[in-house]
């Protein structure tokens, strides 16, 4: 299993300027904002299960630009819907990374069903171009920067443990902050 905070740390490393990050409400947007900090970072604060969606629609809005987005199982379990959508969508843009724990860490880490359904698996079935699962660092700098840009979706299913980031902060903007940010980072298309 893959330490979390160290998958996004590596996650982020590979993002280009230009590219934008959604993160999930809880943790892994505490941990996103946390390692790097950026405009063209939207933290979803408040509303679980809806970042894949938002992703889908964001990379819709603009093909021009690399769309990360970063949940946890719990998010992506929640929305299951939302992923032979993005497949049937096709955005070649879209990078969808799940954090799988195996838990609802930020609530006090309630085991999530994800060690018993294979999300890489429902991936694959739903549509997605490319699936891969992942579960040591090496094969997720791999999974990354195997990625071109243009053949998306792409679905990376990470392994990771809990390990909580001692004294880790939250998000310090406010949501208006954070959109208004946010915003100024999206290409549209005209």
């Not at 947007?29 to 390692?35: G, L």
Request: glycine share 8%; charged share 20%.
């Amino acid at each position: 299993m893959i330490d979390r905070y160290q998958a996004i740390v590596r996650i982020l490393e590979r993002v280009d300027s230009t590219d934008l990050v959604l993160s999930n409400v809880g943790m892994i947007s505490r941990e996103v904002f946390t390692a790097h900090d950026r405009p063209a970072n939207f933290y979803m604060i408040g509303s679980m299960g809806l970042l894949s969606s938002f992703g889908l629609g964001l990379a819709m809005l603009s093909p021009e630009q690399k769309v990360y987005v970063l949940e946890g199982d719990g998010s992506a379990l929640m929305s299951l819907g939302t992923l032979p959508l993005i497949a049937t969508e096709r955005p070649a843009n879209l990078v969808h990374i799940i954090l799988d724990n195996e838990a609802y860490e930020s609530t006090g880490a309630q085991p999530s069903i994800s060690s018993q359904v294979d999300l890489a698996e429902i991936g694959r079935s739903a549509g997605y171009r490319q699936v891969v699962r992942v579960d040591d660092i090496e094969s997720l700098e791999g999974a990354i920067a195997e990625y071109a840009g243009d053949d998306g979706p792409y679905l990376v299913v990470v392994k990771s443990g809990i390990a909580p980031v001692e004294g880790i902060g939250r998000v310090s903007h406010s949501p208006i902050e954070i959109r208004d940010r946010f915003e100024s980072s999206v290409l549209k298309e005209n």
